[in-house]
């Protein structure tokens, strides 16, 4: 059974950091890329970072947040963070940890094969 669990969301003030974690099981995790999407209220599910596999994988992020969060992988725990920092109000929303086999399936999400639940982040001004 594949399981995706997000954690470490919560309010924080804006220029604030948070560390998410996504925490994975019954797939071949050094096997897949990994990725961050988000949802605000309202809005439409959007991509945030990928990291794909192997020895030294490759990052991609959204220009909303390039220089601001790093996403990174530890394949030893099967776990996905993402470290964020100057945290804007507009970095609100739910952040979803998912998983594919291609960088490709990122760009939109829609082919990406497994999805987390999903961990809420609140930035207050």
């Known amino acids: 059974q594949v399981q995706l669990v997000e954690s470490g969301g919560r309010l924080v003030q804006a220029g604030g950091s948070l560390n998410l974690s996504c925490q994975t099981s019954?797939?071949?995790?050094?096997?897949?890329?990994m990725g961050w999407f988000r949802q605000a209220p309202g809005k439409d599910r959007e991509f945030v970072a990928a990291?794909?596999?192997?020895?030294?994988?490759?990052?991609h992020y959204a220009d909303s947040v390039k220089g601001r969060f790093t996403i990174s992988r530890d394949n030893a725990r099967n776990t996905v963070y993402l470290q964020m920092n100057a945290l804007k109000p507009e970095d609100t929303a739910v952040y979803f940890c998912?998983?594919?086999?291609?960088?490709?399936?990122?760009?939109?999400?829609?082919?990406?094969?497994?999805w987390g639940q999903g961990t809420q982040v609140t930035v207050s001004s």
């Open positions: 990291i794909g596999w192997g020895r030294a994988p490759s990052t």
């Open positions: 998912a998983a594919d086999r291609y960088l490709t399936s990122f760009r939109g999400g829609s082919m990406v094969e497994f």
């Open positions: 019954g797939f071949t995790f050094s096997a897949y890329c």
